[in-house]
């Protein structure tokens, strides 16, 4: 294992760790001296079907480096699920300092023909996934008077994007979440963070090619390593980051990005109030100055709008 020993006697969990982004940050927290617990259910990328021990296979990889894990098979997306895996950690570990909220799935369509299962279960694994593993986890941080959580949100939701009406909510969501849980839960000396990563994982490569333009917009996107997101998780996961709270980050390669989050940009006031003709006339023309365009640069789907 590595010299860097930052995360020394730290029990963290990480979910969706059988893969991608999870398995680097379950892998890098382990050389960092902490003991983790791997969760992943081994779900296909849109959430259908549970398949391998991918867990456990990381468990493995961690053990043959010198490290500790356990691995762990539940569905974040069920409370009960979140609270049997942070049982887990303070019964293997005796406490649980970090959670990493990152399992995820992908059900992309244009919104007329999203179904209302494809919203709900994007919505149920990656918010409500977010809140029981959170939850689960706040009752043993509470107790310890300190914790950290991280929480992978995404551009999808703070920019909005194409075919992701689902994805995008949830990931604002998280966002929301995140920022709620920073004020609710810093007298207890618990922080909450977000990364909103960029890499190239099995998510991220099921993105349709199919014009030299998406393709070399996709070509760059294989250069994003998922390792390069781990150093960010880890940093907000230790006692470095006791004054880091509530914040976004963005990571890409080797960029590190503070994200602007909502606040009013400007304001118009009238004494005697509006109407229709004085907000169009006075109030939306002042406005509009700083109007945020649509960002329509993420326009890497090829999903037939039709
Ligand atoms: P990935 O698809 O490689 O990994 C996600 C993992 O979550 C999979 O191993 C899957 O089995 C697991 N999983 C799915 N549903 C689960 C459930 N209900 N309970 C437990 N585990 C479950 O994806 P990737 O790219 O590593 O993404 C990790 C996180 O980062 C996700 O939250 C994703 O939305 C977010 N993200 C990734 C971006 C990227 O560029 N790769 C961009 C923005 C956000």
Request: charged fraction near 20%.
């Given at each position: 294992m590595s010299d860097m020993k930052s995360l020394d006697k730290k029990v963290i969990l990480v979910t969706g760790a059988g893969g991608g982004i999870g398995r680097s940050i379950a892998i890098e927290a382990a050389r960092a001296g902490a003991a983790v617990v791997v969760n992943d259910l081994g779900a296909t990328l849109d959430g259908r079907n549970e398949s391998s021990a991918s867990a456990q296979a990381v468990v493995s990889e961690i053990e043959k480096l010198g490290g500790r894990a356990v691995a762990n098979g539940d569905d974040v997306s069920e409370p009960e699920g979140a609270k049997a895996m942070v049982k887990q950690a303070t019964d293997a570990f005796g406490r649980l300092d970090a959670v990493v909220n990152n399992a995820g799935i992908l059900r992309d369509c244009f919104f007329h023909k999203m179904t209302y299962e494809n919203f709900d279960a994007v919505l149920k694994v990656h918010l409500y996934g977010t809140f029981n593993v959170s939850h689960a986890a706040a009752v043993v941080m509470r107790e310890q008077g300190t914790g950290s959580m991280i929480h992978m949100t995404s551009t999808s939701g703070l920019v909005g994007n194409f075919a992701q009406a689902n994805y995008s909510s949830a990931k604002l969501g998280v966002a929301a979440l995140s920022k709620s849980l920073a004020l609710d839960l810093q007298r207890w000396n618990i922080r909450s963070n977000c990364i909103a990563p960029f890499a190239w994982s099995r998510m991220t490569s099921s993105i349709k090619v199919d014009s030299p333009e998406q393709e070399e917009r996709v070509n760059r996107m294989r250069e994003m390593k998922p390792e390069k997101i781990a150093p960010v998780a880890l940093y907000l996961a230790s006692d470095e980051a006791a004054d880091t709270t509530g914040q976004i980050f963005a990571v890409r390669n080797n960029e590190i990005f503070l994200m602007s989050q909502p606040r009013p940009v400007r304001s118009v006031h009238r004494d005697e109030g509006w109407d229709i003709d004085s907000v169009a006339r006075h109030a939306i023309p002042s406005l509009k100055a700083s109007y945020i365009p649509l960002?329509?640069?993420?326009?890497v789907f090829s999903w037939d709008p039709v």
């Amino acid at each position: 294992m590595s010299d860097m020993k930052s995360l020394d006697k730290k029990v963290i969990l990480v979910t969706g760790a059988g893969g991608g982004i999870g398995r680097s940050i379950a892998i890098e927290a382990a050389r960092a001296g902490a003991a983790v617990v791997v969760n992943d259910l081994g779900a296909t990328l849109d959430g259908r079907n549970e398949s391998s021990a991918s867990a456990q296979a990381v468990v493995s990889e961690i053990e043959k480096l010198g490290g500790r894990a356990v691995a762990n098979g539940d569905d974040v997306s069920e409370p009960e699920g979140a609270k049997a895996m942070v049982k887990q950690a303070t019964d293997a570990f005796g406490r649980l300092d970090a959670v990493v909220n990152n399992a995820g799935i992908l059900r992309d369509c244009f919104f007329h023909k999203m179904t209302y299962e494809n919203f709900d279960a994007v919505l149920k694994v990656h918010l409500y996934g977010t809140f029981n593993v959170s939850h689960a986890a706040a009752v043993v941080m509470r107790e310890q008077g300190t914790g950290s959580m991280i929480h992978m949100t995404s551009t999808s939701g703070l920019v909005g994007n194409f075919a992701q009406a689902n994805y995008s909510s949830a990931k604002l969501g998280v966002a929301a979440l995140s920022k709620s849980l920073a004020l609710d839960l810093q007298r207890w000396n618990i922080r909450s963070n977000c990364i909103a990563p960029f890499a190239w994982s099995r998510m991220t490569s099921s993105i349709k090619v199919d014009s030299p333009e998406q393709e070399e917009r996709v070509n760059r996107m294989r250069e994003m390593k998922p390792e390069k997101i781990a150093p960010v998780a880890l940093y907000l996961a230790s006692d470095e980051a006791a004054d880091t709270t509530g914040q976004i980050f963005a990571v890409r390669n080797n960029e590190i990005f503070l994200m602007s989050q909502p606040r009013p940009v400007r304001s118009v006031h009238r004494d005697e109030g509006w109407d229709i003709d004085s907000v169009a006339r006075h109030a939306i023309p002042s406005l509009k100055a700083s109007y945020i365009p649509l960002d329509v640069s993420a326009d890497v789907f090829s999903w037939d709008p039709v």
